[in-house]
């Protein structure tokens, strides 16, 4: 059962079955506001945080402005992550470009496109691809959709819109963007609570991460948006890479993930195969990282 506290909205999930009365009060962790689960009152309060409570994070955008700084890599390789500490991971496949069903052998399947044109339900178009991971496919079609539904005054809102019926049965929806900032971006952003950045060590990626972050501000503006900058494809041995590294630290501090992405040639091996990297070689520095991300991700 999901319980929203009246005064701070944190929302809890609690195991009914721990509780043998058909009424109770609670007592809210965050905010410490006791009150009553139905109208009917008892001398019973039930301490929330001795319960489980539900993670409020749950939808997370991969974007940004720069092409080719790993988002889809991130999307696929954190999604099996998190699928490997338990959690049940819905990836969205939201390029026309198709990079993610691609790298999961998916060719040509329903899409976002097929929802939208009410031709497929959602809970049909979306594939169990490895154990506790599923995916909402991309397909040619989708590019369409940037075209019939721009004009519409509330384009923005069609993906948080389509995934509100199957929200609850994930723990963690990843969705794959593309550069482009048109429908997708917006669409990404309006459905997500956080947002990852991945960037590389580079001059003009850097440029990349702030042209992101001011999309995210613009949206933030009336739809709260938490985001961090993930380092991605990174050289030790290379001046340049450790230099813009410490200029990103710098800059961002807080908003920057503590794990880094290595470059790694058997990530590039892993998707000849189309294999997550945990599933080709689970000793790789990639492999070892997205897990490490994961934990990262777990603790916001
Ligand atoms: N850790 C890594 N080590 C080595 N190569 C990597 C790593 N991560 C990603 N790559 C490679 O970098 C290239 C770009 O990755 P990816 O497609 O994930 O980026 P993208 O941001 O999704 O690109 P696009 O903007 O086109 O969607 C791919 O060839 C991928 O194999
Ligand atoms: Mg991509």
């Known amino acids: ?174 969705v794959d963007t593309p550069p482009s900032v048109k429908f997708f971006t917006p669409n990404a952003l309006i459905a997500a609570d956080f947002v990852i950045v991945p960037t590389q060590c580079e001059f003009l990626a850097m440029n990349g991460v702030l042209q992101t972050e001011n999309i995210i501000k613009a949206v933030s503006k009336t739809h709260p948006l938490e985001y961090k900058v993930l380092i991605t494809m990174y050289n030790d041995e290379n001046t340049a890479s450790k230099v813009i590294y410490s200029k990103l630290k710098q800059k961002y501090n807080q908003k920057i993930f503590k794990t880094l992405i290595n470059y790694d040639s058997k990530m590039q091996e892993s998707q000849i195969v189309n294999q997550p990297i945990a599933y080709y070689d689970k000793t790789a520095s990639s492999a070892l990282q997205y897990h490490q991300l994961a934990k990262e991700i777990e603790l916001i």
Not at 122 to 149: D, E, G, H
Request: aromatic share 8%; glycine share 2%; charged share 25%.
């Open 1 to 174: 059962m999901i319980i929203v506290c009246d005064k701070c909205s944190s929302r809890f999930k609690l195991d009914t079955r721990l509780i043998n009365k058909t009424f109770f009060k609670v007592r809210c962790s965050k905010c410490k506001h006791v009150f009553s689960v139905d109208t009917l009152e008892s001398e019973e309060v039930y301490e929330l945080d001795q319960i489980s409570q539900e993670p409020q994070l749950k939808v997370i955008a991969i974007c940004s402005h720069k092409g080719g700084v790993a988002k889809t890599s991130t999307c696929l390789n954190l999604g099996v992550a998190l699928s490997m500490l338990n959690k049940r991971i819905l990836l969205i496949d939201f390029d026309v470009q198709a990079n993610l069903s691609l790298l999961l052998g998916q060719r040509n399947e329903h899409s976002f496109y097929e929802i939208i044109q009410e031709k497929v339900q959602v809970s049909k178009a979306i594939k169990s691809v490895r154990k506790n991971v599923w995916l909402l496919p991309s397909n040619s079609r989708m590019a369409l959709l940037a075209k019939q539904c721009l004009q519409q005054k509330d384009f923005g809102f069609f993906l948080r819109k389509a995934l509100e019926p199957i929200k609850e049965h994930f723990d963690y929806i990843l």
